[in-house]
């Protein structure tokens, strides 16, 4: 998570390796390997473990897309802003705010990955191809969970 923060503040933030924020990728980036990761690995191999063929890849992606990634994204959306010091309405704020367009984009995203992902991919490289794509995904995430909303 942290190169999609450091990609955020050099593309859209427009700043430099001098200006770059490193408090902000320290953070966002801990989010991702003691949070992200883990939680990701665990699901791959819970996934894996409790669902059967036949369709098993759409299976897989509907429990991803209906379980997983709307309570992932509500918890990356509420620790950002908690880790940048914004208090409990702050976050139901940026939560209403933005949690539904980041939800949508994930939508537009994800299935198509993970149906690819859990059809031709082996268990143990799908974190892997997950991060792969997530490097963009987190580009966009880091700048929606850091926006200025009014």
Not at 53 to 76: E, H, N, R, S
Not at 82 to 100: M, Q
Request: aromatic residues 12%; hydrophobic residues 45%; charged residues 15%.
């Amino acid at each position: 998570m942290a190169v999609g923060d450091v990609t955020c503040q050099l593309v859209v933030d427009k700043k430099t390796l001098q200006t770059l924020d490193g408090v902000r990728v320290l953070k966002f980036g801990s989010i991702g390997l003691f949070f992200v990761g883990p939680v990701l690995l665990n699901w791959y191999r819970f996934l894996h473990r409790m669902l059967k063929p036949p369709y098993l890849p759409l299976k897989k992606v509907a429990c991803d897309q209906l379980f997983c990634a709307p309570l992932l994204l509500f918890t990356i959306t509420s620790a950002v802003s908690l880790l940048e010091n914004n208090g409990i309405e702050e976050t139901k704020h940026r939560l209403r705010e933005s949690y539904l367009q980041i939800l949508m984009a994930n939508y537009k995203l994800w299935p198509l990955v993970q149906t690819v992902n859990f059809s031709f991919v082996p268990l143990n490289y799908q974190v892997l191809v997950v991060q792969t794509v997530a490097i963009f995904w987190n580009t966009y995430l880091s700048y929606k969970t850091h926006e200025k909303i009014i």
